[in-house]
């Protein structure tokens, strides 16, 4: 397994946690690509909260952030997620300028991938097919759910 | 006193809530414009929880949403915040697709106001000094804090 394949698969693991507590299953995990191992490279974890706590801004990629705590290198590290970043996420990463962002897949919802893009992240598409097929699958079952997520 | 001018006093005490202890000073209120009065008005309040909680995504405006819960008539509701809204906080207001916000001031940090005027957001300055003066402060007090809050 190559090396961003395996940061997909703990950021898929979020996800599935998440699915399990019937929540939305989209995941990210932030690395710190210049660590040795891969449990040393994984600086924070995180999952879509927002049906388990209420809280509208927990996002995967928002709530991984926020576990990450207060820190200064941000720059230096590589976000993960297994679906393409909303607006808000998307600002989160700008905002703390973290210059590139791996995503899963963009086929079950398209972010603001051109503004990340504009702004120089460096966006790397592994077009994952267990992350689609876990968001396909609830989508299917939980539209609603789903389309509050986004602000539909 | 004016309806913008009576919000934008709610959302600075926020702000003087979170500098007396030892926070940034940016508050923030979420305002439902066609509910009776002042009070019911008041849909959820926040303020900047950064250095109190170590939460990096806690700025004003995020935390404030992050209150207000899950819902689904964020179309209908006014964002009011003391300071210009950061790209991350910009993008949360975008997400949850709030059609206009109220800005206390923009002197001492400029947000991504390009971005939500861009995406039809309605943006109101009232430019307003009790705003200016205790952001002014903090950044004179304590520049590094500051500076990490904005990415920097």
């Not at 976000?79 to 963009?106: D, H, Q």
């Not at 989508?139 to 509050?148: L, M, Y």
Request: one cysteine or more.
């Amino acid at each position: 397994m190559d090396q961003y394949s395996a940061w997909m698969a703990e950021a898929l693991a979020q996800a599935q946690k998440s699915y399990s507590e019937g929540g939305l299953p989209i995941g990210a995990v932030l690395v710190d690509p210049a660590a040795g191992t891969l449990g040393q490279q994984i600086v924070a974890r995180g999952y879509n909260r927002r049906v388990q706590t209420g809280d509208p801004t927990s996002h995967g990629e928002t709530d991984c952030l926020r576990n990450a705590g207060r820190r200064r290198d941000w720059h230096r590290l590589t976000l993960v997620t297994t679906l393409s970043p909303c607006i808000m996420c998307s600002g989160t990463a700008l905002l703390y300028k973290i210059p590139r962002i791996i995503i899963g897949e963009n086929e079950n919802f398209m972010g603001a991938e051109d503004l990340l893009r504009e702004r120089g992240v460096e966006l790397v598409h592994l077009d994952d097919p267990g992350c689609k097929a876990l968001m396909a699958r609830f989508q299917r079952e939980h539209p609603d759910v789903w389309n509050e997520d986004i602000g539909e």
